[in-house]
T-cell receptor
Framework: NAGVTQTPKFQVLKTGQSMTLQCAQDMNHEYMSWYRQDPGMGLRLIHYSVGAGITDQGEVPNGYNVSRSTTEDFPLRLLSAAPSQTSVYFC????????????????FGPGTRLTVL | LAKTTQPISMDSYEGQEVNITCSHNNIATNDYITWYQQFPSQGPRFIIQGYKTKVTNEVASLFIPADRKSSTLSLPRVSLSDTAVYYCLVGAAKAAGNKLTFGGGTRVLVKP
């Protein structure tokens, strides 16, 4: 299993440009999410999906769109890049828990380092 | 999700035991305590999860007192490769919808 893969690893954009960060997982996980991590900070949830065709907003969704047409893929789109979106972006996946207990272990990708000039 | 408080940073030396305490005074009955580890330039990695008393795996131990208002992650005999940021998270699968809320974490530096 490749686990969670993200492309590209690095990207530089100019203000106003748009782009899509790709995320894929081969573990048949239902739950996928996108986080951003600013320097020296913890991760903040942008968007998440509990299954194909279902997405919802996280803590910091503005400026980002997502879609989930398949179980495997969960792309993140930046509509009009701004310098405030300079960050490292992590995609994660986990099985959806159907019982009680703690949050399922999430598996993170290697991240995409984005710089917006 | 319950708010957590943990030290910003800790220094240690190779071979020592490192204990990181996390406060979560408002933990709910259904909440579990989960710890993640993040190395530089990598995504976080699940370490351990527990509800009460003690949980141990091949990487760490997690101690949770009876009132569950705090927890302690214990890393035995650390090596240089244990230098990382450690995050304490509190929540329950159902209530949180499996979402995670990361605080600032504890930056652990292991010195030779």
């Amino acid at each position: 299993n490749a686990g969670v893969t993200q492309t590209p690893k690095f990207q530089v954009l100019k203000t106003g440009q748009s782009m899509t960060l790709q995320c894929a997982q081969d573990m048949n996980h239902e739950y996928m999410s996108w986080y951003r991590q600013d320097p020296g900070m913890g991760l903040r949830l942008i968007h998440y999906s509990v299954g194909a065709g279902i997405t919802d907003q996280g803590e910091v969704p503005n400026g980002y769109n997502v879609s989930r047409s398949t179980t495997e893929d969960f792309p993140l789109r930046l509509l009009s890049a701004a310098p405030s979106q300079t960050s490292v972006y992590f995609c994660a996946s986990s099985p959806t828990y159907r019982g009680s207990g703690g949050a399922n272990e999430q598996f993170f990708g290697p991240g995409t380092r984005l710089t917006v000039l | 999700l319950a708010k957590t408080t943990q030290p910003i940073s800790m220094d240690s030396y190779e071979g020592q035991e490192v204990n990181i305490t996390c406060s979560h005074n408002n933990i709910a009955t259904n909440d579990y305590i989960t710890w993640y580890q993040q190395f530089p330039s990598q995504g976080p990695r699940f370490i351990i999860q527990g509800y009460k008393t003690k949980v141990t795996n091949e990487v760490a131990s997690l101690f949770i007192p009876a009132d569950r208002k705090s927890s302690t992650l214990s890393l035995p005999r650390v090596s240089l490769s244990d230098t990382a940021v450690y995050y304490c998270l509190v929540g329950a699968a159902k209530a949180a919808g499996n979402k995670l809320t990361f605080g600032g974490g504890t930056r652990v530096l292991v010195k030779p």
